[in-house]
């Protein structure tokens, strides 16, 4: 039987500030028997525009990903935030124009966050002893908790992983990236991500994980190496290695 | 009055420092929160009555007019004086009028956004009338000279050792910080003003179309007396207020409190259906009630409509990581907080309040709580749209994201910039020039760790 073709959307600030997070991805896509395809000319999926008001921008950028990707049998993206963009705001954004409705409806519905589409081959994955690894507080990330739904998904994994959750307080409260708003709103977004730190600090896990990459960053900014902070796809990777 | 990005950055800043103020906001936001979640738990349904209520407030404002005007009709019969205030000055003026009219120079009040909205008490002091709020904390806001920071509790942002402070200076004798003596000082010198003003002033929550009646929730008491006491009560209310009947006036009434304070039903709720009767003891002689339309109208049939199903109960703002940071003073406006960020632009000016649509992360939790389902994160959304589109932002800003956008659409070049840019330095120059904490770029981009032979299989 062909494998499933997997495209990899990496998202830009993977492959400009996390690309470890991008090799872990593909190693955990790849243990789950997908065959691997990068479509090299992708770059981002729009968000950042669309979220603050350039629309026209965004629907380029929309359009360009759309013909990008529309031979994969799935897309997994390792961002919540992005697959969000993709697979709810996509569709939105074409409306009023059928041909592309039709295409960005189908891109949407073989898209997948990464945990999620994980979440189907829990048999295949590190089932590590429960709690033989450390303890981890998830941060949900809003996109990912809100507009996809996925809460279970990144928690299920890890448990099967071997990790234990200590859920921090208010885990879904928004870590203060919001896309621009970093840039517009500096000391606000600081001082969110200080809660969003303490917080995670005062759940006892020694590591904070996320499913996107740019709360990753906006609690990395915070935390002045102090805390150990990562993506959900390099401690499963982790645990892979150790197998 | 001007907030745009620099403003509100200020705004920010004052009220991080202060940590008095954090704490009071995180304190009662949490007590909100909490009891708002408890008390929607303790309904069979609530998902589907917040279904209910959204299809009620959607169907109501798609026929206004015809509802307001059966309101008007039936609030005449009762014997309600009904005015219709296009703007703010208009409303105003009516109530001044009102009062001038019956040589009445004091007028107690019970809090109202509306009033707030329409800067009443200004105007009335302008006129010579005093006005004196009765509910304890927009009495100890109008003591403080400050407007109210948080729709249903405008004086959350004060501790209580800062009111023992007004009230002692108010009151010429020192008053203990303890609640339970806070509240006797209020009961006690407010009790003169209730019984000396000729006219009581209040907003209204609802109005009953079917039988003209004005709903008036409140949890002090100080409503009751406000309405019956004084000869004369004049409501101030929103035309969005309306609803057809007492079956969706109970689906309203029954997630309003819930969703505010975590009450079942507040602790009064009064159900004010013209002035007293012949022969009737109690109530006022007469009563007037002015709808204001103040821009609500005009977006109607717009993609803002769904703003005016709010019903103003201040659970968005309770959840809201920016408002719960920032306080209600930060956003200039009796509105404030998610509902604000869109409300306030709408009500007092696109161009004037531009920093508000950005003060927002658009996390989606005002979405995930609000009784109407609300949809602020799109709306806040189609503001930012607009924005750009009317050039309303700082263009070294724009003009930085059209460039990003436009070199995201060309691949080679973003990968070519890509490595020019970790041959330069990497992000340490940008650093130099970027006003906010930028992370370092990796050696290599995924790109080219791809292309490597690391990732072959």
Redesign the interface.
């Known amino acids: 039987m062909a494998k499933t073709k997997v495209y990899l959307f990496?998202t830009?600030m993977?492959?400009?500030?996390?690309?470890?997070v991008?090799?872990a991805v593909?190693r955990l896509l790849?243990k789950v028997g997908a065959e691997v395809i990068?479509p090299?000319?992708?770059?981002?999926c729009?968000q950042?525009?669309?979220?603050?008001?350039?629309?026209k921008?965004?629907k380029?950028?929309a359009e360009?990903n759309i013909d990008l990707l529309q031979d994969a049998d799935a897309v997994v993206i390792p961002s919540g935030s992005c697959t969000a963009m993709i697979r709810v705001e996509y569709p939105k954004l074409f409306a009023q124009q059928p041909a592309l409705l039709e295409k960005a409806k189908q891109l949407a519905a073989k898209t997948y966050e990464l945990t999620e589409f994980l979440n189907n081959f829990l048999e295949i994955l590190p089932l590590s002893e429960p709690n033989s690894r450390g303890a981890v507080t998830y941060h949900d990330s809003?996109?990912m908790c809100?507009?996809l739904k996925l809460r279970d998904e990144p928690r299920t994994l890890l448990q099967s992983s071997g990790f234990s959750i200590q859920e921090m307080e208010q885990s879904?409260?928004?870590c203060?990236?919001?896309?621009?708003?970093?840039?517009?709103?500096?000391?606000?977004?600081?001082?969110?991500a200080q809660?969003k730190l303490n917080r995670a600090t005062e759940s006892g896990a020694e590591v904070v994980v996320t499913a996107d990459p740019g709360c990753l960053?906006r609690m990395?900014?915070d935390s002045d190496g102090k805390q150990t902070i990562k993506h959900i796809a390099e401690l499963l990777d982790e645990a892979l290695r150790c197998e | 009055m001007r907030v745009d990005l620099p403003t509100f950055r200020a705004h920010t800043r004052a009220a991080l420092a202060d940590q008095l103020l954090q704490q009071s906001i995180e304190n009662a936001s949490g007590n909100f929160s909490d009891g708002r979640e408890k008390a929607l738990g303790d309904l069979p349904d609530s998902e589907a009555l917040r279904d209910q209520l959204k299809l009620i407030r959607a169907a109501t404002l798609a026929n206004l007019t015809e509802h307001l005007e059966e309101f008007e009709r039936n609030a005449t019969a009762a014997g309600v004086v009904v005015h219709w205030a296009q703007d703010a000055s208009e409303a105003c003026e009516i109530v001044i009028a009102l009062a001038k009219e019956r040589g009445i120079s004091q007028v107690v009040k019970t809090k109202s956004m509306v009033s707030e909205e329409i800067q009443l008490n200004s105007a009335l002091e302008g006129a010579g009338i005093r006005p004196v709020e009765t509910d304890l904390g927009e009495w100890i806001v109008q003591l403080a000279a400050e407007p109210p920071s948080h729709i249903i509790a405008p004086a959350v942002h004060k501790t209580k050792e800062q009111v023992a402070d007004l009230f002692s200076d108010e009151l010429g004798r020192s008053v203990e910080a303890d609640i339970a003596a806070l509240t006797a000082a209020a009961r006690d010198a407010l009790r003169g003003d209730f019984l000396s003003a000729q006219m009581g002033i209040t907003g209204g929550n609802i109005l009953v179309a079917e039988s003209g009646t004005l709903v008036l929730v409140t949890n002090e008491g100080n409503g009751r007396m406000v309405t019956s006491l004084p000869p004369v009560h004049v409501a101030v209310v929103g035309i969005e207020k309306v609803v057809p009947s007492w079956e969706q006036a109970e689906v309203w009434l029954s997630l309003l409190s819930r969703s505010a304070t975590g009450q079942p039903l507040s602790i009064y709720t009064n159900l004010i259906t013209g002035p007293a009767r012949p022969g009737e003891l109690d109530g006022p002689q007469e009563v007037h009630l002015v709808l204001l339309d103040n821009q609500r109208s005009s977006y109607l049939g717009t993609q803002f409509e769904e703003m005016f199903g709010c019903i103003r109960c201040g659970a968005c703002l309770n959840v809201c990581p920016v408002y719960t940071k920032v306080g209600g003073h930060a956003y200039r406006s009796p509105y404030s907080g998610p509902m604000g960020a869109v409300l306030t632009p709408l009500l007092f000016g696109k161009g004037q309040f531009s920093a508000l649509p950005q003060a927002s992360t658009l996390c989606g939790a005002c979405l995930d709580v609000c009784p109407v389902r609300i949809d602020l994160p799109r709306m806040l959304l189609q503001l930012r749209e607009e924005q750009v589109e009317a050039g309303r932002l700082p263009w070294l800003g724009v003009w930085v994201e059209r460039a990003a956008a436009w070199v995201m659409t060309k691949p080679k070049l973003y990968r070519m910039l890509s490595l020019l840019a970790r041959k330069f330095g990497g992000t340490r120059l940008a650093k130099l020039f970027i006003p906010f904490p930028i992370p370092e770029i990796s050696q290599q981009t995924f790109h080219q760790l791809w292309k490597s032979r690391e990732l072959e299989e």
């Open positions: 990496t830009c993977v492959d400009q500030v996390y690309p470890q991008g090799v593909v790849r990068y090299a000319d992708q770059v981002c729009g950042p525009f669309f979220n603050s008001g350039f629309t921008e965004a380029n950028l360009q809003c996109h809100r507009h879904d409260r928004c203060g990236f919001g896309g621009v708003f970093f840039t517009r709103m500096p000391e606000l977004s600081h001082a969110m809660q960053m990395q900014l």
